[in-house]
């Protein structure tokens, strides 16, 4: 099963932000065990370098996008992908992009915090717990 995290899932982990971040960790470890294959949307890999070093450092951002390159697949984000975000209309574009690239890669799904934002998703959405319930490694 190929998953796109959105960008908010592993920033949960590279910032340790609790209460987040253990589920965050599981779901990375999952990626690195085998059981999903994890991919990320290229354009959220500034993002992440961004956000980690105004919380850290520049080292420790090239560290975080490293950390991304080698662990998850990378899906690219076309002119199609935008147009089509756009002409959905949703309450946050960002969100629409991730859909839209989530599809356009064929991926299985969609982890992220925010399920709202991904309502006119025509994939499965997942929020972390129902990511790891699915996988079996939901820890109770």
């Known amino acids: 099963m190929r998953l796109l995290f959105d960008t908010n899932i592993v920033l949960d982990l590279l910032l340790d932000r609790a ?3 253990e589920e965050a960790e ?5 990626v690195d065990d085998g059981l999903i294959r994890g991919a990320i949307a290229t ?3 500034p993002t ?20 991304c390159i080698t662990s998850f697949d990378l899906c690219a984000t076309y002119r ?5 975000a756009a002409k959905m209309n949703g309450p946050d574009f960002e969100d629409s992009l991730q859909i839209t690239t ?6 299985d799904g969609i982890i992220t915090r925010d399920p709202k934002g991904f309502r006119t998703a025509p ?8 990511a790891l319930r699915k996988i079996g490694r939901h820890k109770s």
């Open 19 to 21: 209460p987040f971040a």
């Open 26 to 30: 599981q779901l990375w470890a999952a």
């Open 43 to 45: 354009f959220s890999i």
């Open 48 to 67: 992440i370098h961004y956000i980690v070093a105004r919380h850290h450092s520049p080292a420790r951002a090239s560290d975080a996008v490293w950390a």
């Open 80 to 84: 199609e992908n935008i147009i089509a």
């Open 102 to 107: 989530a599809v356009t890669d064929f991926l």
């Open 123 to 130: 994939l499965p959405i997942y929020t972390p717990t129902d």
